[in-house]
């Protein structure tokens, strides 16, 4: 389940005890010329956003922005540092500059969140950069991110506008005819937001080591991907209690229970 891999991703060893050593690790991740002068772990943070965006920090994200090979690549070497059960602790610092690089690639972190697939290996690709990072050492990662809740509430709000994007592409139809043929691709969409909200709330989840109020619950837990859907059916002016309406909510909340 999705909170034991959390715990495996949170429980990272440090490389060294003081904050010049994490400064140092995080350095050497950088693959631009580090400023003179300037050895911080803020700097750093910038700099490692701008190798993974080719962007400046904080700048706002383009749709479905293609990223340069050489961005890509930046993202997976940041991820599997500081994502794996041996990797670095996160700093404090670039938790920030680290979610906002993640909602550069929405659907790519969808596709390793919502996904039984290991991303990792060469033959499978996600879209539209085709990364490689396999869901353990995201969810890892964004366990660490998630230390800082303003700065997981970037990359949460970030998928949650993803998936709505997404259901809101479905049609009436959709919701209310079954296909013919395989695949069913709106249950495998409904399936796949129930992975991605299921996976985050449960990093969010282990972050707030039970202290979550009712408005968390609603905001991060299942209500908000089901009045998401609730949303788009009314929308569409489909009666939720339909059978195909039925089974798509039913089958986004297994999902969601699986993963988180």
Request: aromatic share 6%; proline share 5%; with cysteine.
């Amino acid at each position: 389940m999705a909170v034991a891999l959390i715990a495996g991703g949170v429980a990272l060893a440090l490389r060294g005890d003081d904050s010049s050593q994490e400064s140092d690790y995080c350095w050497s991740l950088v693959q631009s010329p580090k400023p003179s002068g300037s050895g911080s772990l803020d700097a750093c943070g910038a700099a490692l956003e701008r190798e993974m965006t080719g962007q400046e920090p904080g700048q706002p994200v383009a749709d479905d922005l293609p990223h340069r090979p050489e961005q890509v690549r930046a993202l997976e070497r940041v991820v599997s540092a500081y994502g794996g059960a041996e990797g670095s602790a996160m700093p404090a610092e670039i938790r920030g500059n680290m979610a906002h690089a993640l909602t550069h690639y929405p659907r790519d972190l969808s596709d390793i969140l919502g996904t039984n697939v290991d991303y990792s290996a060469p033959e499978f690709s996600t879209e539209p950069n085709d990364v490689h990072v396999a869901y353990r050492q995201m969810l890892g990662f964004l366990a660490s991110v998630a230390k800082d809740r303003s700065a997981f509430d970037v990359v949460h709000e970030s998928q949650a506008a993803q998936l709505a994007g997404s259901i809101n592409s479905l049609t009436r139809e959709d919701f209310t005819r079954a296909p013919t043929a395989t695949p069913d691709r709106t249950l495998g969409k409904v399936q796949e937001a129930g992975y991605v909200m299921g996976s985050l709330y449960g990093i969010h989840a282990a972050a707030s080591a039970g202290d979550e109020s009712d408005i968390d619950a609603q905001k991060y837990g299942w209500p908000r991907l089901e009045k998401l859907l609730q949303a788009r059916m009314v929308q569409l002016g489909t009666r939720e209690d339909g059978e195909r309406a039925q089974e798509l909510l039913k089958q986004a909340r297994s999902t969601f229970n699986d993963a988180k």
